[in-house]
């Protein structure tokens, strides 16, 4: 094992799988005992074997986290198996894809509430303890998509946008207060979700071909390096960086 957050207390929200899955493996394999938050209840509890059967240690709470009583319970949870947490990777998100006139208000709410709410009340939840114990370090899983939108994803970019915003300005507020919060910002992703956003925008019209993204960002991006890049940012090794975006997208948005 590694050490980079040896000592540290890290808690995952959407960690079951993709890159919250990979995040999940590589924080604890740095040191840190992670607490996974993910409704999906069969791949949480796998990392968390996972990463026992690797000499690490983890556990596991279930929860919808766009819903306020299920968030607050499974923090709960999480903090009276492992201590309080100084680190905070608001990672889980979702996406649609279809033209922004066929896009329902329940859509528009469903997808606001698990990538933007869900930010909103994991630090709710985490931040007084970083404050009682006088810092910490939160990153926040935004995209590409906040600054470069892609054609009929008009709910997912907006999402993002908030998300951006939301790290910056938590890091603005509790700066002075020991309080890092940053936003990893990934280009297209080789996870089931990444794939089946190229799947769904190419049979909707939208060029999201191998060759398209080898034009855009030279291939996928694999999980294991959002992963790293959000370690970077949760690590002390970033402790002068706070409120910033990290693009890991090979020149996406630089061109």
């Not at 240690?57 to 607050?72: E, L, T, W, Y």
């Not at 693009?247 to 061109?255: E, K, L, M, P």
């Amino acid at each position: 094992m590694a050490d980079r957050l040896k000592g540290k207390i890290a808690i995952i929200s959407g960690g079951a799988t993709g890159m919250g899955g990979a995040s999940s493996l590589l924080f604890a394999a740095e040191g840190a005992t992670v607490g996974v938050i993910d409704r999906n209840e069969e791949a949480g509890c796998a990392i968390v074997d996972q990463i026992v059967a690797a000499g690490g240690k983890a556990v596991f709470a279930a929860a919808d986290v766009a819903d306020a009583a299920q968030v607050n319970n499974a923090v709960a949870k999480v903090t009276s198996a492992i201590g309080q947490a100084n680190v905070l990777f608001n990672h889980a998100g979702t996406i649609i894809i279809k033209p922004f006139l066929e896009t329902t208000l329940k859509e528009w709410e469903w997808l606001m509430g698990i990538n933007v709410t869900s930010m909103f009340l994991m630090t709710q939840a985490v931040l007084p303890g970083m404050l009682e114990m006088g810092g910490g370090s939160i990153v926040c899983t935004s995209s590409i998509s906040a600054i470069a939108a892609t054609p009929l994803e008009t709910a997912y970019n907006t999402s993002k946008g908030a998300c951006h915003m939301f790290a910056r300005s938590i890091a603005v507020e509790y700066r002075d207060r020991g309080i890092r919060c940053n936003a990893v910002c990934p280009g297209f992703v080789a996870t089931p979700h990444g794939l089946r956003e190229v799947a769904e925008l190419q049979k909707l019209g939208v060029d999201a071909s191998e060759e398209a993204l080898a034009v855009q960002q030279g291939r996928l991006c694999k999980p294991e390096e959002v992963a790293n890049a959000a370690l970077f940012l949760a690590s002390d090794e970033a402790s002068f960086i706070n409120g910033a975006h990290l693009f890991v997208d090979n020149c996406f948005t630089a061109v």
